[in-house]
């Protein structure tokens, strides 16, 4: 048996309430601060909590698995798996089915609770968080933290991750973007052909440029 499932199987005899909790911190990455994983979990808690028990606080259920060498305290308020294989062996807790709806959830709380600042420093884990499993899905608050992230990785010169999430923006976007969202459109494909420019991935940066220049109902300045 590998690493993982041992500690899969010390992790399910943990009462529901901590096993909840560890699909939750799961989801954040190698680390994360104490504000995020508390956001998360009141809206995910009365998943995992009997009503007529009292609840645990974060702050106890982050020292409960401190306690059980899953995590460690790096900083004051910063947590951090101890070991890769630990994060992983949380996240097999999830349903398999379930999983890919149950990242987008918590993506989509982040999105929605995270303040301007905060989002800003997640943006990345929270669109990979939404873009779980998103075939023929069509969200334009989706589309916006792709976009949001493609201009980031832009901006430290990411550009196969530039490239990764304006595709995925493009994707998600309504089959009539050139008239609902034709600015978000044009930036998206902007971006996406910018970052196969220089990756040196010429056909595909064509193919973006080709279809905006065959909008008609884009001007040239928005095409420039």
């Given at each position: ?40 979990w ?23 698995l ?7 305290n790096?900083?004051?308020?910063k ?53 779980t ?25 990411a ?15 309504p ?11 044009v ?5 996406a ?32």
């Amino acid at each position: 048996e590998n690493v993982v499932d041992l500690l899969h199987q010390k992790m399910v005899k943990l009462s529901a309430e901590v096993q909840g909790f560890l699909q939750c911190a799961a989801c954040l990455g190698a680390s994360f601060d104490v504000e995020t994983i508390e956001i998360v979990w009141q809206h995910k808690k009365m998943t995992y909590v009997d009503s007529s028990e009292a609840e645990t606080g974060t702050e106890e259920l982050l020292m409960t698995l401190v306690e059980e060498n899953y995590l460690e305290n790096t900083e004051k308020k910063k947590y951090r798996w101890i070991h890769d294989k630990i994060q992983q062996a949380a996240s097999s807790l999830i349903e398999e089915e379930s999983l890919a709806s149950f990242r987008r959830s918590i993506g989509e709380i982040l999105y929605r609770e995270l303040s301007e600042n905060k989002l800003e420093a997640s943006l990345f884990e929270v669109a990979n968080l939404l873009n779980t499993d998103t075939t023929g899905v069509t969200n334009i608050e989706y589309v916006q933290v792709n976009l949001m992230a493609a201009e980031k990785a832009r901006d430290i010169s990411a550009f196969d991750s530039c490239s990764d999430y304006a595709a995925k923006g493009i994707s998600m976007l309504p089959s009539d973007k050139w008239d609902s969202h034709p600015e978000m459109a044009v930036k998206l494909y902007s971006l996406a052909a910018e970052a196969e420019r220089l990756l040196g991935r010429h056909s595909k940066m064509d193919i973006y440029c080709k279809e905006v220049l065959a909008q008609k109902s884009i001007s040239t300045l928005q095409k420039k």
